[in-house]
């Protein structure tokens, strides 16, 4: 079984500030990890995504990912919050072998910018 | 734009009814997923069908159900609505059914039931 902890339900940070995200996920084979963005009265659009190789992602929007196999952990990070980031974040995991192609999220994480 | 489409946009309904919910998948992707988002219980995964098939089952209730059609479009039929099944009900679609492909997601019918 999989799953995927965000912590922080809320974040808040100033404009100009790094924004970082943390996700710790649990896995039973090799993951594949998955950072979404919902704005308000939208659907979900991917940020980035760890399949294999390089353990830095770099995805849209300026935000990038680490995955760190030894934590567990996948947190996203942006070094300087914009307005447009106010949004809600959300981690996935997906797996390697499974049956079908389910993704799990976690609770996902409402971030406020101020100006 | 994702390129997912779903209808309606906002469904409104009385509890013991039943509402069918539409997706049709970006042209070229053979997968389909249905997810549930409600502020209890976050985003859960529902079912994935892949060319018509069904290929994985997640939290899904038994008064639920769902459909890939031959033109590739799906249908979640939700029946014996209760208080509790309001909620965002997202779409999504990838290309073919493994684990590393990015799913697409449409922008939700949100249901609310009465």
């Known amino acids: 079984a999989q799953s995927v902890t965000q912590l922080g339900s809320h974040v808040s940070v100033s404009e100009g500030a790094l924004v970082l995200l943390r996700c710790n996920y649990s896995?039973?084979?090799?993951?594949?990890l998955f950072w979404y963005v919902q704005y308000p009265n939208q659907g979900l659009q991917l940020l980035l995504k760890?399949?294999?190789?390089?353990?830095l992602v770099k995805g849209i929007n300026g935000f990038e990912a680490e995955f760190k196999k030894s934590e567990t952990s996948f947190h996203l990070t942006k070094p300087s919050a914009h307005m447009s980031d106010a949004a809600e974040y959300f981690c996935?995991?997906?797996?390697?072998?499974?049956?079908?192609?389910?993704?799990?999220f976690g609770g996902g994480t409402r971030v406020l910018v101020k100006p | 734009d994702s390129g997912v489409t779903q209808t309606p946009k906002h469904l409104i309904t009385a509890t013991g009814q039943r509402v069918t919910l539409r997706c049709s998948p970006r042209?070229?992707?053979?997968?389909v997923y249905w997810y549930q988002q409600s502020l209890d219980q976050g985003l859960q995964f529902l079912i994935q069908?892949?060319?018509?098939?069904?290929?994985a089952k997640g939290n899904i209730l038994e008064r639920f159900s769902a459909q890939q059609f031959p033109d590739l479009h799906s249908e979640l039929n939700l029946s014996s609505l209760e208080l509790g099944d309001s909620a965002l009900y997202f779409c999504?679609?990838?290309?073919?059914?493994?684990?590393?492909?990015?799913?697409?997601f449409g922008p939700g019918t949100r249901l609310l039931v009465l």
């Open positions: 999504a679609s990838s290309v073919g059914q493994g684990g590393v492909e990015t799913q697409y």
């Open positions: 896995s039973s084979v090799p993951p594949y």
């Open positions: 760890y399949t294999t190789g390089a353990t």
């Open positions: 996935a995991v997906s797996a390697i072998k499974a049956a079908g192609n389910k993704l799990t």
């Open positions: 042209s070229g992707d053979l997968s």
């Open positions: 069908y892949y060319n018509g098939e069904e290929r």
